[in-house]
């Protein structure tokens, strides 16, 4: 198909749905962050989303953010690539049931599975107990309600999207090239380092990515496992909206976040387009 | 030797699979479990049995309003995200032209920008025009923009392997365009419409991020109404309540299962 006519009647309609209920409000929503903050300010004003970076509790709330989500992007990838090994080498009959308890977590409301968690992690909560009996700790220590509620909860709503990516790749791989290993003398152990892992480094990169870029935009989750007193990016927005109703503020942190989606949706397009043309 | 890091490298990664297969699965068991407690707090593993916490769920108002505003969000935003789906698919499927790029990069932007961003922009335009109160009409708005991407994504996917030329035979035999659509076309991508319908309105009727901003004193969603007993109440009617959700989501998951396979989840 070469370069045609732009379909007027299908693709109007959409567009406008989409100027109209996304690229607007977005607009907008610049607007209302670059607000001057002063009555003889002039517009773009740019001190309320420096003020973000600047300020003890967005320094805080930004730091919290880009903390928690590393280390949930670790605990992903160290816990995904076992389930998404031991998934692909499974015999088929169990694999469907696997990848239903892999998938129907990520389908159930945040709500749900974050009340699930505060039953859990609570002080009279299965972990607690369980710390007790193993005696590492003495009495119930605070699991919700901070920073290790958020971090649990994030690991258990973004996990499925590391094991998916990596299970792509996994079942990409000639089974062939294991045993040509194997038959010209490797180790099990240097076919999985040389041969497994480089081959699945493409859809640990795609899954490491979608981790991080979702955790840093996550908010129910952090939003009931958190508490009022360990504002992330997300929650810290709505706090402003709803709670201090300072929405120039909500509005600067809005910019914030928006900046960093399109940022990541930038680095994952490079990225891919180079894993696709590397790996074929 | 070989053999010997063989057997316990399969074992370590047995070992830890299982434990995380187990850690997703916790959360929903537990909430299951707990929500059939006979006591008036949670605990888990409950001291006794009863369903008496569904009964308490079954007669708060509060469950049923917010249930129904739930469901007639989902039912609308999916249908209008049906449409415009099937209609961007079209275009992007069948068309080329100049700017179609920004045309796909508009069409699946609220997969880029954070739902926050599109729930708190929402809200601050509704105020703006003074809409603010028509809590459901902007919830339909704000569920069916973030919901589009997923039904165009599934119905382009099954437009993909489409053959023209079976609806450019069906014109030259004397089909209108709109017939050939419907009786070559549509049928050929039923399943694609079936999957993105199913999964855009389990992520309608389970969303909390974009509804915690739309939602007004009159229209409040199950889940952002939820969201508030969990933060105030020490009372298992939440527990039941959120089990319920379990089980209609389980029942659209077996859908799909059933249906059109698991694979339209694994290659988002």
């Keep these: 198909m070469k370069a045609g006519r732009f379909p007027a009647s299908l693709a109007t309609p959409v567009l406008l749905a989409f100027a109209v209920f996304i690229v607007a409000p977005c607009v907008m929503l610049l607007v209302k962050g670059l607000e001057p903050t002063a009555e003889t300010g002039e517009w773009p004003d740019f001190t309320n989303v420096l003020g973000v970076f600047d300020s003890k509790v967005g320094q805080q709330a930004l730091n919290r953010t880009i903390r928690i989500s590393l280390i949930v992007t670790a605990v992903c990838m160290l816990a995904g690539y076992p389930v998404a090994l031991f998934i692909a080498r499974c015999a088929p009959r169990w694999r469907g049931l696997l990848l239903a308890v892999v998938i129907f977590p990520f389908l159930i409301s945040a709500v749900v599975r974050a009340f699930g968690w505060t039953v859990l992690l609570g002080d009279s909560g299965l972990a607690n107990k369980g710390l007790i009996a193993l005696g590492l700790i003495e009495r119930p220590i605070a699991l919700v309600q901070n920073e290790i509620g958020i971090i649990v909860g994030e690991t258990h709503l973004l996990m499925p999207y590391m094991i998916l990516s990596l299970l792509a790749v996994l079942q990409r791989i000639d089974p062939n090239l294991r045993h040509a290993a194997e038959s010209l003398g490797a180790s099990p152990v240097s076919v999985f380092w040389r041969i497994v892992v480089p081959l699945t480094l493409p859809g640990l990169l795609t899954g490491t990515l979608l981790v991080f870029s979702l955790a840093m935009t996550a908010f129910a989750t952090p939003f009931l496992l958190g508490g009022g007193r360990t504002p992330i990016l997300t929650t810290l927005l709505y706090d402003y909206a709803f709670t201090l109703f300072d929405w120039r503020l909500a509005a600067a942190i809005g910019i914030v976040l928006l900046i960093l989606g399109i940022l990541f949706v930038t680095i994952h397009r490079f990225v891919s387009s180079r894993g696709m043309r590397s790996y074929g | ?268």
């Design chain 2, 1 to 268: 030797m070989a053999d010997f890091f063989l057997r316990s490298g399969r074992g370590l990664v047995t070992v830890m699979a299982v434990f995380w297969l187990v850690f997703l699965v916790a959360p929903i068991v537990v909430t299951l479990a707990s929500s059939f407690t006979s006591s008036t707090y949670l605990t888990f593993p409950p001291p006794g049995w009863s369903v008496r916490w569904y009964l308490s769920a079954f007669e708060s108002e509060w469950v049923w309003s917010t249930f129904w505003n739930s469901v007639v969000i989902a039912v609308v935003s999916t249908a209008i995200a049906v449409a415009l789906g099937i209609a961007a698919a079209r275009v992007l499927a069948r068309h080329r032209f100049y700017g179609r790029g920004l045309f796909e990069y508009a069409v699946l932007s609220p997969l880029i920008i954070p739902g926050v961003v599109v729930g708190f922009a929402l809200l601050n335009v509704s105020v703006l025009i003074e809409a603010q109160d028509a809590g459901l009409l902007n919830l339909i708005i704000g569920h069916t923009m973030v919901t589009t991407p997923f039904t165009l994504r599934a119905v382009w996917s099954s437009m993909a392997g489409n053959d023209i030329s079976l609806e450019e035979a069906a014109q030259s035999l004397g089909a209108t365009r709109w017939s050939a659509f419907w009786l070559i076309v549509f049928p050929l991508i039923v399943p694609g419409i079936v999957a993105g319908a199913i999964i855009a309105f389990t992520f309608s009727f389970n969303d909390v991020t974009i509804s915690a901003f739309l939602s007004a004193r009159e229209a409040r969603t199950l889940p952002v109404e939820l969201m508030s007993h969990i933060e105030y109440l020490p009372d298992p009617t939440p527990a039941a309540v959120s089990s319920l959700m379990i089980i209609i989501t389980l029942a659209f998951f077996l859908l799909v299962e059933r249906t059109v396979g698991l694979g339209v989840f694994a290659d988002r």
